[in-house]
């Protein structure tokens, strides 16, 4: 059997650029993506330097910074607010499915140990106190009867 070849992109990788050739899930997760993606190395030289000198080093760097920011801090707890509330309703969500699988553990739970204790004390030898309370006769009797 040949080996496959090895793949440089990193496992857990969910970009499709990043998808291994050699691995057919990735191939079937974007089957219209080319093998290999190609940039002309001077095209993202001149958008990185327009990006450094305009973001990093260009006098309206401070404008350009803070239009990036919520208008106000009302707009920004506006958001923040609208957040918490989103995630409150997910783990809501994420506690009554907890609920309702831990409640259907227990059934199954209870089911099978109602079920096994049933099997089990059928299957269980008379305990030794009952034996202590019979006469020896009997005992002997009982014990003859087993060999």
Partial sequence: MPARPRC???PGTPSPADACPANPRHVAKA???PRAVIAREDKLLTAIRQF???RVFGPDRASLL???YPATRAA???RKNRE???LNKRLKMIDAFEDAHTAELEALITADSAAHTTAQAASRPAPASD???RPITRLIRTTDDVS
């Fill in 131 to 133: 034996l202590i309370a």
């Fill in 84 to 86: 918490t509330a989103r």
């Fill in 31 to 33: 089957p219209d993506h």
């Fill in 76 to 78: 920004d707890t506006a």
């Fill in 8 to 10: 440089a992109a990193r």
């Fill in 66 to 68: 803070a239009a990036s």
């Fill in 52 to 54: 450094c000198d305009e």
